[in-house]
């Protein structure tokens, strides 16, 4: 299906319904993964199951520590047995949501940096930016710091 490292049984999702009666975001667990379709446990919402048709489309949202990813679904069945459980198909959508303040370009430039030791600047060092946005930038160096 989709190679998100995020996207494992076990792992918490939020469900969003962006049409009908049942429009809004639920929070959901995945249950099971199998090639094209993820098994969710069916959305609570004021201690009543989330009644959603058959074939109504889910976006399904869940994170990591640097992104989000959006996942396009459509409800395919609903599982009665031993708890209420909804089959959601992949329809083929996935984005990645940044979740950062702000964007992260890249940059790849050589450039200086120094350490700071209490209140001393060391020597001039070399690097490389391998990246850079409005909260500073990434490089890399040869030495481990």
Known sequence: MLEIPALKPGAHVDLEVSDGVYD??????????NGDLLTVGAPIDANQVVPLR????????????TAAYEIKTRLVKRLSQPILLFVLKYTG????????????????????????????????????????SGGGMRFQTEEKL
Do not use: C
Not at 54 to 65: G, I, R
Not at 116 to 129: F, I, Q, S, Y
């Open 24 to 33: 809004g975001k639920y929070r959901s667990r995945i249950e099971e993964i």
């Open 93 to 132: 959508s996935y984005r990645r949501v940044q979740r950062r303040n702000y964007v992260r370009v890249p940059a790849f430039y050589d450039v200086i940096y120094r350490v700071v030791n209490g209140e001393e600047l060391g020597e001039d060092r070399k690097a490389t930016m391998l990246d850079l």
């Open 54 to 65: 058959l074939n109504t489309e889910v976006t399904v949202v869940l994170w990591d520590e």
